[in-house]
């Protein structure tokens, strides 16, 4: 009898890659290799795809156009694309796939989304049961903190702004948010807040009670 492979030999089968009845396209075997156990697509930079001489200034926009058609990502729960140059037309790719499942980890960090960019992924169902989300280094300001504030991240406990530009009327915004009221964890060093008013607003937050760890610096 056949020994059925695990995932991690499926990727690593010659030119089998899981079964999949058609030739991959050099991209399409660098998403599949960067699956694991079917349930995390991990993509931190693109070098992967400067390797084959596939990287052009639409990258961002290609990875997501890739990603969001391609069936083997169909059962992922975390999703982590940092550094990939996404921008607001990438994350506007992704969240209209409707291959890609719901996701409970969402790490976009580094990948230039913007408030256009935050807006979008702030009212897409497909993320609506994060519960673990890094946003960190995107050119946030208080319009994105505003749009997360009122989006559909209801499940999120840890929320990671590190690095952005939210300032102190992005964090009273948060500090008013009932859609971020499950948070433990918050981070958002680096964010330009500097009113003692914002900083006791996030700490004293009436909407945040279940917050157990602030940063802001």
Known sequence: MKKELNWEALVNDGENYGGIDRDLSPQEKIVFESIKDKRVLKIQDSYAFSK????????????????????????????????????PEGVKILTGSKIIPKITYLHLGSNHLGDEGIKIISQAEMFSEVTT???????????????????VFTKVTHLNLVDNRVGDEGALAIAASDALANLTYLHLGGNRIKSAEAKQALKESSKLTHLETLKVF
């Open 52 to 87: 084959s001489g596939q990287v052009t200034s639409d990258h961002g926009k290609e990875l997501a156009t890739l990603i969001a058609g391609f069936e083997p990502v169909s059962q992922i729960a975390t999703l982590i694309l940092t550094h990939n140059h996404l921008g």
């Open 133 to 151: 989300l890094n946003l960190e280094c995107n050119g946030i300001t208080a319009e994105g903190a505003k749009a997360l504030a009122a989006s």
